[in-house]
């Protein structure tokens, strides 16, 4: 649900127990308006940065994951790029086992490339949600709803969320 003062994200765990992601002011006081709120067992607050490292990898060293890239959990993009991360570091590593050192830098270059373009595109879609700046709030409010309704919009929505906005290359 789209808030005044940001976003309320419900998702049913099991029987009647869920986990509520809001980035307003009191989420629980927005959801208490449309729905009966039982026991809180947990709650906690967290801050979503949006940032990657300055490089993939040095020589010997690679960075994979939360450690190479963080961003807000729309659509478990992390998750999702940390696996391709060692899906692509696998290969690469094999090559440079195999003989093929240079293979270690190609793993730095294409992944920091991914994680850049990744993370601006999720930030780009976290400040949508969020309503940050006001005129951002009036797009998400008046225009999604209806580019939701077109065919491009949705494929767009799916192909980013699901990860596969991008090719998966393991040469460069």
Request: proline fraction near 5%; charge should be positive.
């Amino acid at each position: 649900m789209f808030e005044p003062d940001g976003f309320l994200f419900a998702l049913r765990l099991a029987g009647d127990q869920w986990r509520v992601i809001g980035n307003g002011a009191e989420p629980l006081a927005a959801l208490r308006r449309t729905s009966k709120v039982g026991n809180v067992s947990w709650q906690s607050q967290f801050h979503i940065g949006h940032r990657v490292a300055a490089k993939a990898g040095v020589e010997r060293v690679a960075l994979g994951g939360d450690a190479a890239h963080i961003h807000s959990p729309i659509g478990a993009r992390g998750m999702n790029l940390g696996i391709e991360d060692a899906y692509v570091y696998a290969e690469c590593a094999a090559d440079a086992l195999a003989g093929k050192p240079e293979r270690l830098r190609d793993y730095a270059v294409l992944r920091h490339a991914v994680h850049k373009d990744v993370v601006r595109r999720i930030g780009l879609i976290t400040r949508l949600v969020h309503g940050r700046p006001p005129w951002l709030r009036w797009v998400r409010d008046e225009m999604v709803p209806v580019a939701g309704h077109l065919a491009f919009a949705q494929a767009l929505m799916l192909r980013t969320v699901g990860g596969i906005d991008h090719p998966l290359e393991t040469h460069r």
